[in-house]
């Protein structure tokens, strides 16, 4: 391992304008006319080193500059500001499958695809073998793609990423499509590049793609670098900033959340949980009109959208009458027993009769569960499966732990 | 994708800045080998699913000059003496290269978008694809016409050769021009109605179907058109004689040497700009 870094960014930035009335020929050539634009930071004085044979995560909300930042580090497009200095070949994953041709037979795509990644068309014919057997589709490369499902097409691009033999591997947003096989087969191919001393950035909305690959994460907001640091560190302020953020938006209604945290048992306030370990989910309300005995309702809702658990207070059941100013506190205790992903935990307060509602929470508070292995799906059962008595689901050998030294 | 000091060839360096000159035209010339599979891929998928397939890039060329020498030469006479429809043939392949390739050449950084925000080449090359796939279907539309020649009452001399420089210099033109609005097209993409506009009235200010005698005083102001001079030199290589063609080629080729100039100079300094307005 050489002591140059496979990326360094100094003091980089990016400034885009936004421009209020489009670029007009003619407006452009008038003198003295008003320029009426906007500048905006899409990343802004970034510093960054990344060690060659590392494995980085980006996390940010939409908007936070990470697709900004991979672009320049594909050497797409230059910086506003600073330096960026890349060693090496750059395999920019950015979206799969790029100048893929629909009329063109898988077998044509590999070379395009592979040359423009970086490949002679010498090392593109010495690597096809390789390519054809990693994407699994003997039978259908002579086939137009435009016959491929997504699947076979998310393959294919993919095979080619992973065979440039890059030094830098950008990866963005992949691992979210293809099934549960192929994913680990990507997985395992990224472990052997970084083995081989390549460099992966990975930008991912996947909490479980990023927590089983990536020692080192960071997270962008508003286009800076907000914390650089372990997984589960990152993770945390990650969804944290979420739940924050996503509450600037405000409620409406007879009812204000003066404040919300969620509790583990040690009563840290947390923003993942573990399976079946309790949590306290707290909050102090205060009522901006007069209900009598009102009603709390408790919604867990998937990433989806999908109504993973409901709990609502007996309802009609008289308990205080409240007027404007009056608080409060509300505690509910309770143990995860979903599947992986990130969930919404929403409260509802309605009057008696749970027909006025006088808050309905959009955003809430999230929570993430990291998924037992090898499972998904929105529930956790438990499940194991036997094979002539022989226990086939204990997982603990397929865990992809970045953070275990490399096997030679 | 390579740059910076010889002491560390893998290093990439991005800056506020374009690439110097050197680094710029070593990335264009490492890239060769992209260019010719794009050029080749462009080429292939143009005509793939036609059953007539690449028959088409000289088919097409050479109907259209057909039709309009047949047109001008029998139907609307502008007098014009022996081998008018060489004339008009001639100069119909030579504008259907240039329009043809201009149309594509106007928007292919623009529609080259799927490609250039993800994976890094010079722009350059998108540009240069239109033109150098095209080359084929002018070089076979060519050959087509120097056999014609014969039917079309016309004795083939020596002087058919400069066909070879008249090539070059159309080819050169149209590339360099591509080169220039396709940049103009990222920022303002009034460019390429402009475009399409300005090739629908180039057409007959060229002297193709139309003998330049018949323009009279307006003569000399045609010679500015840096196509007249392409299109004299045609005229010369298959009908010989024409005693004022050294204005308008010297035209012809310095428009291609200031426009090829504005061109590389505006493609190196936007090329990792483009991006940000696709």
């Known amino acids: 391992m050489t002591s140059e870094p496979a990326i360094q960014l100094s003091g980089v930035g990016k400034r885009y304008w936004q421009v209020n009335e489009r670029a007009m020929l003619l407006k452009s050539l008038m003198p003295f006319r008003r320029v009426d634009r906007r500048e905006l930071w899409a990343v802004r004085d970034v510093d960054l080193r990344i060690d060659p044979g590392e494995t980085v995560g980006i996390l940010g909300r939409n908007g936070a500059g990470k697709t900004t930042l991979l672009r320049m580090l594909a050497g797409v497009s230059q910086p506003s500001t600073g330096q960026i200095r890349i060693q090496g070949r750059v395999a920019p994953l950015i979206g799969v499958g790029v100048g893929f041709h629909q009329e063109m037979s898988g077998r044509e795509n590999v070379y395009v695809n592979g040359m423009l990644l970086g490949l002679t068309r010498a090392e593109v014919d010495a690597r096809f073998d390789a390519i054809l057997d990693f994407a699994e589709l003997e039978g259908f490369i002579d086939t ?3 016959f491929y499902s997504s699947g076979m097409f998310m393959r ?8 440039v033999r890059p030094s830098v591997l950008l990866v963005d947003e992949v691992l979210a499509v293809g099934d549960i096989a192929f994913q680990l087969k990507c997985f395992e191919r990224m472990r052997a590049l970084k083995s081989e001393g390549a460099t992966v950035l990975i930008v991912s909305h996947s909490m479980h793609a990023i927590r089983l690959l990536c020692p080192r994460v960071l997270l962008f907001r508003h286009g800076a670098l907000e914390l650089d640091s372990e997984a589960e560190a990152v993770i945390a302020r990650h969804h944290e900033l979420l739940s924050i953020e996503g509450h600037e938006a405000g409620s409406g209604g007879g009812v204000t959340v003066l404040e919300r945290a969620l509790l583990d048992p040690s009563g840290q306030q947390v923003h993942h949980g573990e399976q079946r370990t309790p949590l306290d989910y707290r909050l102090r309300l205060r009522f901006e009109r007069p209900v009598d005995s009102p009603q709390l309702l408790f919604y867990v809702v998937a990433q989806d959208g999908t109504l993973a658990y409901e709990m609502k207070t007996e309802i009609g059941r008289s308990h205080r009458r409240f007027g404007p100013g009056d608080e409060i506190d509300a505690s509910i205790k309770f143990e995860p027993r979903l599947g992986g992903g990130t969930y919404r935990l929403l409260v509802s307060i309605a009057d008696l009769h749970g027909r006025d509602f006088l808050l309905r929470e959009s955003e809430g508070t999230l929570l993430y569960l990291a998924p037992p292995l090898g499972t998904a799906g929105v529930a956790d059962l438990g499940a194991s499966i036997e094979l002539d008595g022989t226990e086939m689901t204990d997982h603990a050998s397929l865990l992809l732990d970045a953070r275990a030294p490399d096997e030679a | 994708m390579t740059e910076g000091s010889t002491a560390n060839p893998g290093l990439l360096v991005l800056e506020p800045r374009p690439a110097s000159r050197r680094v710029w035209a070593a990335d264009v010339w490492a890239h060769r080998e992209v260019f010719a599979m794009l050029a080749q891929k462009d080429f292939q998928t143009r005509y793939k699913r036609a059953s007539l397939g ?18 001008f030469s029998k139907i609307v006479r502008f007098g014009g003496a022996e081998g008018f429809g060489a004339y008009v043939f001639g100069g119909v392949l030579a504008f259907s290269y240039f329009s043809g390739t201009m149309a594509a050449g106007v928007t292919s950084i623009v529609d080259g978008a ?5 994976v890094w080449f010079p722009r350059v090359l998108l540009v240069l ?18 056999v014609a020649l014969p039917f079309l009452g016309v004795t083939i001399g020596p002087r058919i050769m400069l066909l070879v420089p008249a090539t070059a210099l159309l080819v050169g033109f149209t590339i360099a021009l591509s080169m220039v609005v396709s940049a103009l097209h990222v920022y303002f993409r009034d460019v390429k109605f402009l475009v399409q506009a300005a090739l629908l009235m180039w057409l007959y200010v060229t002297p193709i179907l139309y003998p330049k005698e018949l323009l009279g005083g307006l003569a000399p102001w045609i010679d500015l058109n840096p196509l007249t001079g392409i299109v004299t030199l045609i005229h010369m290589a298959t009908l010989g004689g024409d005693e004022a063609w050294v204005r308008p080629v010297v035209v012809s080729i310095v428009a291609t040497v200031a426009l090829a100039l504005a061109g590389v100079e505006g493609q190196r300094r936007h090329d990792r700009l483009f991006v940000d307005y696709l």
């Not at chain 1, 294919?156 to 065979?163: E, K, M, N």
């Not at chain 2, 796939?133 to 060519?142: E, P, Q, T, Y």
Request: proline share 6%.
């Open chain 2, 54 to 71: 690449v028959l088409w890039a000289v088919a097409v060329p050479v109907l259209q000059g057909v039709v309009l020498a047949v047109v």
């Open chain 2, 114 to 118: 799927g490609l250039t925000d993800k």
């Open chain 2, 129 to 146: 694809v239109p033109g150098v796939a095209n080359l084929v279907g002018l070089c076979v539309s060519m050959v087509v016409l120097i």
């Open chain 1, 156 to 163: 294919l691009g993919f095979a080619v990423a992973v065979h």
């Open chain 1, 144 to 146: 137009p793609v435009k």
